[in-house]
């Protein structure tokens, strides 16, 4: 009967020792959704100012506070604005590295990446 017990005990402890790890991994899939979702939000932020400017092209004083936010923001971040067509075409990609990546070679990134096309 003792050693019931113990068998027991022993699957209960691994099932334990499994939710632990589901819940770690919960954790970090929602960090990593929160990222994604800033991310989204600060490029959404620029395409919007480029709406409003009716222009992709922005002012250097504009693009530096928007990658300082993005420094800021996001763990590692980094924001980066690329003519496709001056004046009617931009991409806009954000790049950041979550704390938990960043130990694990190589050091992972994540991006999100947008295209704004302003009609003519």
Avoid: C
Avoid at 11 to 20: P, R
Avoid at 31 to 56: E, P
Avoid at 58 to 63: I, V, Y
């Amino acid at each position: 009967m003792l050693i019931e017990v113990l068998i027991s005990l022993l699957i209960f402890s691994l099932g334990v020792i499994g939710l632990m790890g589901m819940q770690a991994r919960a954790i970090q899939a929602g960090t990593d959704a929160q990222d994604r979702d800033i991310a989204a939000r600060l490029a959404n932020q620029l395409s919007s100012q480029m709406q409003i400017g009716r222009t992709t092209d922005l002012s250097a004083a504009n693009l530096t506070a928007w990658k300082d936010l993005v420094a800021a923001e996001l763990p590692n971040g980094e924001g980066d604005v690329t003519q496709v067509t001056t004046g009617t075409n931009a991409k806009i990609v954000v790049t950041w590295q979550a704390p938990a990546y960043a130990t694990t070679p190589p050091a992972a990134k994540s991006q999100f990446e947008t295209q704004v096309v302003l009609a003519q």
